[in-house]
T-cell receptor, first 114, second 119 residues
Framework: AQSVTQPDIHITVSEGASLELRCNYSYGATPYLFWYVQSPGQGLQLLLKYFSGDTLVQGIKGFEAEFKRSQSSFNLRKPSVHWSDAAEYFCAVPFSGGYNKLIFGAGTRLAVHP | KAGVTQTPRYLIKTRGQQVTLSCSPISGHRSVSWYQQTPGQGLQFLFEYFSETQRNKGNFPGRFSGRQFSNSRSEMNVSTLELGDSALYLC??????????????????FGPGTRLLVL
């Protein structure tokens, strides 16, 4: 069965530092992978997605993610974090038996120190 | 292009009541999915509607239902509310360019959510 694991519940970084949020997935075939961000009291905003092709995917707000099939990972990275990046980040994969049924990880809450 | 809109944004109900939430997808999008978000269970899929038909369903009791109208707008209803139904309910839309016979994974765009509090 499909599943997504985000091992880090909370991460704190200093403004200007680099960031890597981990995501591991379990998926029977070539996965489709998504990263969403949620600011407090808001809905989910799509950061980036991987459907196929280049394993390094660029997204909005300076984020990128790398798909590594051998490690079943799709980690999200940003070279220099801004205070406005403080939010909760979710990795997701679609349920293979459905069309638009996403399975989400538990999320990683990012805090940014000035 | 306007994004996904959800109404109302906030709602307070008491146990036993019922509630109806509304979602208007992005113009041209034909698929609408609903998710429940709680601190304990995280984000969980409720159901998906395409062309006025439910084509995917999550593992929720029958008290949770939905429908989709010909203009792709969707509503979800929760009857006999329980305290545990307090959550953020998120709606997402996607283009749904495939036919019903082809299973396509598409990008879903989420609305701001409706926060439901059951007292």
């Amino acid at each position: 069965a499909q599943s997504v694991t985000q091992p880090d519940i909370h991460i704190t970084v200093s403004e200007g530092a680099s960031l890597e949020l981990r995501c591991n997935y379990s998926y029977g075939a070539t996965p489709y992978l998504f990263w969403y961000v949620q600011s407090p009291g808001q809905g989910l905003q799509l950061l980036l997605k991987y459907f196929s092709g280049d394993t390094l995917v660029q997204g909005i707000k300076g984020f990128e993610a790398e798909f590594k099939r051998s490690q079943s990972s799709f980690n999200l990275r940003k070279p220099s974090v801004h205070w406005s990046d403080a939010a909760e980040y979710f990795c997701a994969v679609p349920f293979s038996g459905g069309y638009n049924k996403l399975i989400f990880g538990a999320g990683t809450r990012l805090a940014v120190h000035p | 292009k306007a994004g996904v809109t959800q109404t109302p944004r906030y709602l307070i109900k008491t146990r036993g009541q019922q509630v109806t939430l509304s979602c208007s997808p992005i113009s041209g999008h034909r698929s609408v999915s609903w998710y429940q978000q709680t601190p304990g269970q995280g984000l969980q899929f409720l159901f998906e509607y395409f062309s006025e038909t439910q084509r995917n369903k999550g593992n929720f009791p029958g008290r949770f239902s939905g429908r989709q109208f010909s203009n792709s707008r969707s509503e979800m209803n929760v009857s006999t509310l329980e305290l545990g139904d307090s959550a953020l309910y998120l709606c997402a839309s996607s283009l749904a360019i495939g036919t019903s016979g082809r299973r396509l994974v598409e990008t879903q765009y989420f609305g701001p959510g409706t926060r439901l509090l059951v007292l």
